[in-house]
C-alpha cells in the first residue's frame, strides 16, 4: 500500500522558515512526479511546487524565491524548504506523487504564519 507521510509543518512568525517533509513507501520505484500542494481555507487547493525526477521544476508565482523544492529519489522523499513566510502561506499543506499527475496523496500538514 503507497503512502505519503508528511512532517515539519507548524507555527511560525512572518519572516520565519519551515522545512516540509514527505517520504514515499510502500513503492519499488520512484515516482516521476513529486509535488506540494496547499489549501488555506474557503480557498482551492493548488500547487505550489513540482518536481520531475530529471529535476524540472514548477513553482507558483506567489511563492518564487522565497520555497525551494528538492528531493531525493534514493529515499521517495521529497522536501519543500520555504523561507520568508508570509500570513497569506497559512494553509493544510499536502504531498503529492504520480507517474505525471498527482495520484497518490498525503494526509496533510498544518503551515500557520503569524503577522
Known amino acids: 500500500q503507497v503512502q505519503l507521510v508528511e512532517s515539519g509543518g507548524g507555527l511560525v512568525q512572518a519572516g520565519g522558515s519551515l522545512r516540509l517533509s514527505c517520504a514515499a513507501s510502500g513503492i519499488f520505484f520512484t515516482f516521476e512526479f513529486m509535488a506540494w500542494y496547499r489549501q488555506a481555507p474557503g480557498k482551492q487547493r493548488e500547487l505550489v511546487a513540482s518536481?520531475?525526477?530529471?529535476?524540472?521544476?514548477n513553482y507558483v508565482d506567489s511563492v518564487k524565491g522565497r520555497f525551494t523544492i528538492s528531493r531525493d529519489n534514493a529515499k521517495n522523499t521529497v522536501y519543500l524548504q520555504m523561507n520568508s513566510l508570509k500570513p497569506e502561506d497559512t494553509a493544510v499543506y499536502y504531498c503529492a506523487a504520480g507517474a505525471s499527475r498527482p495520484v497518490y496523496w498525503g494526509q496533510g500538514t498544518q503551515v500557520r504564519v503569524s503577522s
Open positions: 518536481i520531475a525526477t530529471g529535476g524540472q521544476l
